[in-house]
Each structure stands twice: as C-alpha cells, then as structure tokens.
C-alpha cells in the first residue's frame, strides 16, 4: 500500500492528519495537492520579487514605457473630509447596477436616502446587459431610465458616476473606455467619453434635472471613500468579480497646487507572474486572450472556473473519476465563485455542505470524505493564492509609496470577494506581513461601506467646489 508523509509547510487539519501518514486512498490526491501547493503558493523570495516588478512596472506606466500597468490619472485628489450636499451617485460594475441619492454629511458617515438595484444580467431571464447583443445605445438608455427611478425629476441634482472599468480620464468629468474586462462585450462603447454618453441618454428621455459632472473607476471611488474619514487612506482597492487598486501618488513636484493625484493603476493587468498551465488555459479561452493576467488569477469572476479546472484536469490522477457524470465540471463557469466561497467555508466534520453540492449536481452520489476534502483543499489553494497574490501587489504599491517603511497606510476596501469569501481578508493580511515584512500596524485594511456610491458622491462634490482638475 503506498504511504506519503506530508511536509510539515502543508500544516495539519482537513485533508492532512495531525502529524500522521496518508496512507490508500487518499495518496494520489496528496501528490496532486503537494504539486499544487509548490505551483500555487509564493515562496518570500517569489513575493518580493512580485512586488519589486509590480513598483518597476508602476514606475514605467507612469513614464510612458511599455508597462502591463496602465497607471490612468484620476484627476482628483485628497477630500477635505467636509465636503456635504445630496449628490446622485452611479454604480456601474461588474454584475450590477446601482443607482443612489447620498448625501454627504461633512464629517459624519455619508446616508443613503434612496436606492435602486438592477443585475446587468438577469438569471430569470431578460436582456443580459453584458452581452455583445447589446449597443452602446441601448445600454446607455437603460442606464437612463434606471436614474429615472431614483429621480423624481424636482431637484437638480450633480452625478458622480463609479464606473469600474479602465478609462482614460481628460478630467474629473470626462473619461474614455479604453476597454471591457470581466468579460463584457457590449458593443461601441470602447474609446467613447462615458459620461458624455449617459448625457445624451438622459437628454434624450427629457431627463433635465440631472447632471453628470464626475466619472471615476471603482477603485477611485473606494480610495476617495476612505479617504474622506480617514487622513492617512493612500489606496483604494476592489477585490470583487474583478480586482483592481489606485493609489495617491506623489505629484509635489508638479507645478500644481494639490500634493497628490489618484492614479488608478489597472492592476489586474500585471503580468510578470508565475502562471500555471491551467492559467495559460483559462487565459487562451477568455474573451481578451492575454489582457487581465492578475485578475483572471485572482478576481472572484475567475475563483470558480480555475477551481474547476484544476479539478477537472486532476480527476484521473486522484481516481476521482465520477467527475466525469458531474456537469458542471464540463461547463465553462459550471464552478462559481459562490460555490467555491462554499467549499472553503464548509467547516463541518464531514464536510456536508460539499456533500450537499455533490448530490445537488449528480443525484445520487456525494462523494467520499476524502474527496470531499480533495475538493476543499484545491479551493482553498484557489483562494490563498489569490490573496498571496494581491497582497504582493499591494506590496508593489508600499515600495514605492514608502520604501523605508516610515508610515502608517491604510487601505480601503470593497468588493464582494473581500467580504464574504471565508479566510480571504485574513490571507491578504497574512501574507502582506509574513511574506511581505508589513505587519498589521503599519498598514490597515478598512472595508469601505458603499465604497462606490459613497465615492461617485464625493467626486461630485469635489467637481462642484472645484477641486478636480
Ligand atoms: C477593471 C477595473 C476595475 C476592477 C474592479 C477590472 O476588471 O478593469 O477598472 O476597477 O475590475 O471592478
């Protein structure tokens, strides 16, 4: 019968016993697993040298040399922490779209006095508002007539709008798409001026109380959210169905009046990584082939679909081979991110909660304990991967903002994934100290609450006042 001893690094408890042999059964998978736990996980050595490439890429974006960072000035500084008034603010993300009246309270915590969801694509069925069935045109005039729920047409009110893809900003108030990630393929929007284009929408439905004066990326947003409580927030980031951070960077020497600029980084575009093969798979099958490497190895749209994978292709290995009856193993995205959010998070002793998920999806059959645990096991390698990973990117950041290590940061947070994916908060804090040398007094982590509705807001306010460039 073969044996394997598990390396101590691999620690103990669900799939590894307490100092114990694996012995029958369970040693293919134990192979599999250690080989996916040299390929997934990052060494000291291979997260600094992340992050060092991630600041020698953020220092080329900025200088005009080719870079896998775009490095796109936001055109908007620090808050005063005082700005007030009602604003309306636009949430256009990745799954959603929200639109909200906020009122900005100077000091206190912005209030949301309305708001109106609406999915971009409907499972019940309905247009699907990210397909390349859908023109620019009828995406603008449904975002129209979204606002016109929220607004009863009385008051003039100024938006600010969050809009989380990469744009190329003129000003506060105008950006550019540059393109779709999170695999949107609406068509004639790339190169148009966003807000522009939801003017002439709202122009068109007789909406004239409305005013589009700011447009900023998710990642701005949540920055100037945190920033408008907390003086020393210097970058905003979104861990959701897509990743991405911003950050202030240093512009005194600039013959401008504010000491900083937020620079939204489009760092899920970094690409000096170490990919799997199951990566370059994923990759070559995506919509934009070679766009988005960081954030198709760690963005919660793509969590499910390498966990699939990576089981799919381990399946002979580990004998697990009623993945072959399984349909969603067979079925692009068959794994969401929920379910993988699921799997990590089942902690009881027999894993019921992936039994249950097995039966639901091959009646019958929920699998052994062991591969039960396999299936744990190869998500969590999934998800501590991806916060290893962001980690070492916020690390690329930290260099360059600070490179003694003198200050204090802190920074704000959004997204779904950051949230409500068990463990996934604490993998980025952990990594960014044991790995990185940060620990959890010089840089904080604070989950920004309405980050993007509360962030459009105080753009606007800042466009109002006049202090966006
Ligand atoms: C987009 C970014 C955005 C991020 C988080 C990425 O796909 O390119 O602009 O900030 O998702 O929503």
């Not at 934009?288 to 969590?303: D, F, H, I, N, S």
């Not at 062991?370 to 980690?391: D, G, T």
Request: with cysteine; glycine share 12%.
């Amino acid at each position: 019968m073969s044996r394997i001893k598990p390396p101590d690094s691999l620690g103990t408890g669900g799939f590894w016993p307490a100092g114990g042999e694996i012995v029958g059964e369970k040693c293919a998978m134990a192979q599999v697993l250690m080989n996916g736990w040299i390929e997934y996980s990052l060494s000291k050595e291979r997260f600094r040298l992340i992050a060092t490439d991630f600041a020698a890429a953020m220092d080329d974006g900025l200088n005009g040399r080719p870079s896998s960072l775009q490095m796109l000035p936001a055109f908007v500084g620090r808050p005063a922490g005082n700005e007030t008034g009602k604003y309306l603010a636009l949430d256009f993300g990745g799954t959603n779209l929200r639109v909200a009246e906020v009122e900005l309270c100077g000091t206190k915590k912005p209030r949301i006095n309305k708001i109106h969801k609406v999915s971009l694509k409907p499972t019940g069925g309905g247009v699907d508002y990210t397909s390349a069935n859908v023109d620019v045109d009828a995406l603008f005039e449904f975002i129209a007539q979204q606002i016109a729920i929220v607004d009863d047409g009385t008051d003039a009110l100024l938006l600010g709008h969050s809009f989380s893809y990469a744009s190329q900003q003129t000003s506060l108030g105008r950006a550019k798409l540059v393109g779709w990630t999170k695999e949107i393929k609406v068509t004639g929007v790339a190169g148009q001026d966003i807000n522009g284009l939801l003017s002439a929408a709202l122009a068109r439905q007789s909406i004239g109380n409305i005013q589009p004066v700011a447009v900023i990326n998710d990642t701005t947003a949540t920055l100037l959210a945190a920033a408008y409580s907390q003086p020393e927030a210097d970058l905003g980031s979104v861990c959701g169905t897509g990743h991405n951070t911003c950050y202030y960077e240093d512009i005194s020497h600039q013959e401008v009046s504010a000491r900083v600029m937020a620079y939204n980084s489009e760092s899920g575009g970094f690409d000096r990584l170490p990919f799997s093969a199951i990566d370059d798979q994923l990759d070559a099958d995506s919509e934009y082939p070679g766009k988005q490497r960081l954030e198709k190895m760690v963005a919660g749209r793509y969590l499910g679909e390498l966990t699939r994978r990576i089981l799919l292709s381990g399946r002979s290995d580990c004998g697990m081979n009623f993945i072959d009856a399984c349909p969603p193993f067979h079925r692009v995205d068959g794994i969401s991110g929920i379910d993988v959010a699921a799997f990590v998070g089942d902690e009881t002793t027999d894993l019921a909660g992936i039994s249950f998920w097995l039966e639901k999806q091959l009646p019958g059959y929920s699998g052994s304990l062991a591969e039960r645990h396999f299936i744990k096991a190869v998500a969590e390698m999934v998800v501590n991967r991806s916060a290893a990973l962001i980690a070492a990117s916020y690390a690329g950041f930290l260099l360059r903002m600070d490179p003694q290590q003198r200050r204090k940061h802190v920074v704000g947070i959004n997204g779904s994934l950051y949230e409500k994916m068990p463990g996934f908060a604490i993998g980025i804090q952990r990594s960014l100290e044991n790995l990185g040398g940060w620990n959890s007094e010089q840089v904080l982590f604070h989950l920004v609450d309405e980050a993007p509705l509360v962030g459009a807001a105080i753009a606007a306010a800042m466009a109002k006042d006049g202090k966006g460039w």
